[in-house]
């Protein structure tokens, strides 16, 4: 059977998920992207994705790629393909456009000269053309335009996947169906169900939660009830693979209750929602097997014949006001005590965007998940309802912690002047390069010695050590002064802000946690994902002055043996694995980090056979004799400036080593290999002899994007060559 490439949509953050459904289907992963996989299989894989699916938006069938760097060249692209295959000539089709560039600023624009392609392929020759229908269309022509490319397909699925078909009537903050099966599958219920547990929402609202979780576990096709697919007029469309599909559906929805079907509980203190979800349930003809009730939190008591084990999943409020916000410290408590009084031994899920109000439940959060609910930004909390995780529950704005306030409003406005500006300028370009983590603010101004990145929708601050000649209390009050202005002048929420000072670090204390959070999420690079944590170590785990570097990495990793020294988290090795590197080895003292580079390796499906990570000392490792399995073609030696770590043969300073170095990584690279040497102490001078030795080219200036042009001695960089 013939395979075909699909992308198929999720929402943001649930990519990895849904890569991992998808390939139960039959549909095999061929690239990760934002909000979507590329995947392909067969035919009869996308219709099972399409009805099974629990967390796909849309399955798009790509038809091909044109290049579209305006608006000619795409119209051309698109009217030299063949449509007819898809599109009867007696139907109708839409163009749903995504994207813009230069030449092409609107989408209505943009469908439009889609759509004028599609139709002159058909009349070429006098032939008769499909009519345009925004509404009803027979066949959807999906239109993606990413960096001057227009990738071409026909969304298969029909309106978005997440539309089960059970919800025409919502509460007042609905979660998507399609999230909420993210947050079941997150939290482990699939497993939970099979092991006989029962489910409950405090909070159901319209019901989406229990809805979905009684899918989950009694086998129901989401796609089951849905009144339409995009396929069913599209030219391709096999019925007789699509008939079996859905009687197989039937079958396992009626096998999926034949065993003990687990409780399902709502509760909600608003009758009216609770009537809205009882509606919804029987829409989705589970209202036999759901019971709703109205009933505040505080009163929060299960039966006695509920399983000893289960899971209470809830999406309490966010408080997006003020005076909801100062209350909901009090309702995550309440939260907390009611499930510690009534679900000893159970799971807890708490899905919000005030995550930092999870220590008012008063228990220890095992695993945080970052997710969005639409466009803002949110985290799934997950904690187990016992007397080892019990904690003293405390307000977020902990004794301690530096407090925003504004001492001189005019020193304010001049930061937060400058931060606008920078956004403009800075974060408009990233922007463009579709970079998402990147430096906005590095010092600029001498009043406030600041580091500020941008992590995708967080804020990392980094605040330099003050000079002996500011005083503690002068420090701490601009300091104050910047955390009261950054979340208004970047537009993000105060708890999506991580603020650290930054000091000389030695030995091991480089190493060492500065806090205990274990908050760690996904970023996006250059097609790589790579895990970051903004609050538990000074550094993140992604340098992100090192962007063009691990870009060049990877546009020249191809067939190479690559090795990365001093490797960190190893994201510049996860670089040259996602180019096509034949093997790689990467080499740090650090167990914590040898670890996080195992994971970000796993993240990109490198095989790990291939590409090795090993904790051990860089400087014996090279002073070692070389064996002839230790020949690479590609070496990334970034080594930090100074480290006397107990746990080294000796003590490292990078001026006065790094020709030795650098002389012991030329001898395991091959004759016509390249040794990448990097560092970032800003007095250092390269040993003028290596230049006699090897051919030796600083690249410095090329390794700086626009984010780090500012701070142009961040880091040197250097080409090294054997010498011919």
């Known amino acids: 059977m013939s395979k075909s490439v699909f992308f198929v949509t999720c929402p943001k953050g649930v990519e990895y998920l849904l890569a991992d459904e998808l390939s139960t289907f039959g549909l095999g992963l061929v690239k990760n992207a934002p909000a979507g996989a590329w995947v392909e299989g067969a035919l009869e894989a996308s219709y099972r994705a399409c009805l099974w699916s629990r967390l796909a938006n849309r399955v798009i069938l790509h038809v091909d790629e044109v290049a579209a760097t305006s608006a000619d060249q795409l119209y051309d692209g698109v009217v030299h393909l063949d449509w007819q295959q898809h599109i009867p000539v007696n139907g109708s089709f839409r163009v749903n456009f995504i994207g813009e560039n230069e030449e092409i600023r609107n989408t209505q624009f943009g469908a439009q000269r889609v759509k004028d392609g599609i139709v002159d392929r058909f009349t070429m020759g006098g032939g008769k053309r499909p009519a345009v229908e925004a509404k009803m269309p027979d066949v959807i022509v999906s239109a993606r335009l990413h960096r001057g490319r227009l990738a071409l397909g026909i969304d298969i699925s029909g309106h978005s996947l997440h539309q089960r078909g059970y919800r025409t009537e919502k509460g007042l903050a609905p979660l998507k169906e399609n999230l909420a099966a993210a947050l079941l599958m997150r939290s482990g219920w699939p497993d939970i169900a099979a092991a006989g547990g029962d489910f409950v929402d405090p909070m159901c609202g319209s019901g989406t939660l229990v809805i979905e979780a009684a899918m989950m576990a009694l086998d129901i096709a989401p796609g089951r009830r849905r009144d339409g697919f995009g396929f069913e007029n599209w030219l391709g469309h096999q019925p007789e693979i699509w008939l079996s599909l859905r009687q197989e559906a039937e079958k396992r929805a009626y096998e999926g209750k034949q065993g003990r079907i687990p409780r399902f509980l709502g509760f909600d203190q608003d009758h009216r929602v609770i009537a809205t979800a009882q509606n919804n349930a029987q829409r989705a003809g589970l209202d036999s097997l759901i019971e709703f009730?109205?009933?505040?939190?505080?009163?929060?008591?299960?039966?006695?014949?509920?399983?000893?084990?289960?899971?209470?999943?809830?999406?309490?409020?966010?408080?997006?006001?003020?005076?909801?916000?100062?209350?909901?410290?009090?309702?995550?408590?309440?939260?907390?005590?009611?499930?510690?009084?009534?679900?000893?031994?159970?799971?807890?899920?708490?899905?919000?965007?005030?995550?930092?109000?999870?220590?008012?439940?008063?228990?220890?959060?095992?695993?945080?998940?970052?997710?969005?609910?639409?466009?803002?930004?949110?985290?799934?909390?997950?904690?187990?309802?016992?007397?080892?995780?019990?904690?003293?529950?405390?307000?977020?704005?902990?004794?301690?912690?530096?407090?925003?306030?504004?001492?001189?409003?005019?020193?304010?406005?001049?930061?937060?002047?400058?931060?606008?500006?920078?956004?403009?300028?800075?974060?408009?370009?990233?922007?463009?390069?579709?970079?998402?983590?990147?430096?906005?603010?590095?010092?600029?101004?001498?009043?406030?010695?600041?580091?500020?990145?941008?992590?995708?929708?967080?804020?990392?601050?980094?605040?330099?050590?003050?000079?002996?000649?500011?005083?503690?209390?002068?420090?701490?009050?601009?300091?104050?002064?910047?955390?009261?202005?950054?979340?208004?002048?970047?537009?993000?929420?105060?708890?999506?802000?991580?603020?650290?000072?930054?000091?000389?670090?030695?030995?091991?204390?480089?190493?060492?946690?500065?806090?205990?959070?274990?908050?760690?999420?996904?970023?996006?690079?250059?097609?790589?994902?790579?895990?970051?944590?903004?609050?538990?170590?000074?550094?993140?785990?992604?340098?992100?002055?090192?962007?063009?570097?691990?870009?060049?990495?990877?546009?020249?990793?191809?067939?190479?043996?690559?090795?990365?020294?001093?490797?960190?988290?190893?994201?510049?090795?996860?670089?040259?694995?996602?180019?096509?590197?034949?093997?790689?080895?990467?080499?740090?003292?650090?167990?914590?980090?040898?670890?996080?580079?195992?994971?970000?390796?796993?993240?990109?499906?490198?095989?790990?056979?291939?590409?090795?990570?090993?904790?051990?000392?860089?400087?014996?490792?090279?002073?070692?004799?070389?064996?002839?399995?230790?020949?690479?073609?590609?070496?990334?030696?970034?080594?930090?400036?100074?480290?006397?770590?107990?746990?080294?043969?000796?003590?490292?300073?990078?001026?006065?080593?790094?020709?030795?170095?650098?002389?012991?990584?030329?001898?395991?690279?091959?004759?016509?290999?390249?040794?990448?040497?990097?560092?970032?102490?800003?007095?250092?001078?390269?040993?003028?002899?290596?230049?006699?030795?090897?051919?030796?080219?600083?690249?410095?200036?090329?390794?700086?994007?626009?984010?780090?042009?500012?701070?142009?001695?961040?880091?040197?960089?250097?080409?090294?060559?054997?010498?011919?």
């Open 293 to 724: 009730q109205a009933q505040p939190i505080e009163e929060l008591g299960l039966a006695a014949d509920l399983s000893e084990a289960g899971l209470v999943l809830v999406n309490p409020p966010y408080g997006e006001r003020l005076s909801d916000r100062r209350a909901l410290a009090g309702l995550y408590e309440s939260l907390g005590d009611a499930v510690k009084r009534a679900a000893s031994g159970w799971r807890l899920g708490v899905f919000t965007g005030a995550p930092e109000f999870g220590k008012s439940i008063g228990l220890r959060s095992f695993k945080q998940y970052k997710l969005f609910n639409g466009k803002l930004p949110a985290q799934l909390l997950l904690f187990t309802v016992d007397e080892a995780s019990v904690r003293t529950p405390r307000e977020p704005a902990a004794p301690g912690e530096v407090l925003p306030r504004i001492a001189n409003e005019e020193r304010a406005a001049m930061l937060r002047n400058r931060l606008k500006k920078n956004m403009k300028t800075v974060g408009q370009w990233a922007r463009k390069q579709q970079i998402g983590c990147y430096r906005l603010y590095d010092a600029d101004m001498p009043e406030f010695a600041l580091a500020i990145d941008i992590y995708e929708g967080w804020v990392h601050v980094q605040e330099y050590a003050a000079p002996k000649s500011i005083d503690e209390r002068s420090a701490k009050e601009r300091l104050s002064e910047a955390l009261a202005v950054i979340p208004g002048a970047l537009g993000v929420e105060p708890e999506r802000m991580v603020c650290k000072q930054r000091q000389r670090q030695s030995g091991t204390n480089q190493y060492e946690k500065q806090d205990v959070s274990g908050e760690f999420f996904r970023v996006q690079e250059h097609g790589c994902t790579l895990k970051v944590n903004l609050k538990d170590y000074l550094d993140t785990g992604l340098f992100l002055d090192h962007r063009p570097v691990r870009r060049w990495i990877q546009n020249n990793a191809q067939g190479k043996r690559f090795l990365n020294l001093f490797c960190y988290t190893g994201a510049a090795t996860v670089h040259a694995a996602v180019g096509g590197a034949s093997r790689s080895l990467s080499l740090d003292l650090s167990k914590t980090y040898v670890g996080w580079a195992e994971d970000n390796l796993a993240l990109n499906r490198a095989d790990p056979r291939k590409h090795k990570v090993e904790a051990t000392d860089c400087l014996a490792w090279l002073a070692a004799k070389p064996r002839p399995d230790q020949v690479f073609d590609l070496i990334f030696m970034d080594p930090p400036t100074f480290s006397n770590s107990a746990r080294m043969a000796g003590v490292l300073d990078i001026q006065k080593d790094h020709a030795k170095l650098i002389r012991q990584a030329m001898a395991r690279l091959s004759s016509d290999g390249l040794l990448i040497f990097s560092n970032n102490f800003r007095r250092f001078k390269l040993d003028e002899v290596l230049v006699s030795e090897f051919e030796v080219e600083e690249v410095s200036r090329s390794t700086l994007d626009k984010d780090f042009q500012r701070n142009a001695r961040i880091h040197r960089c250097w080409h090294i060559r054997q010498s011919t």
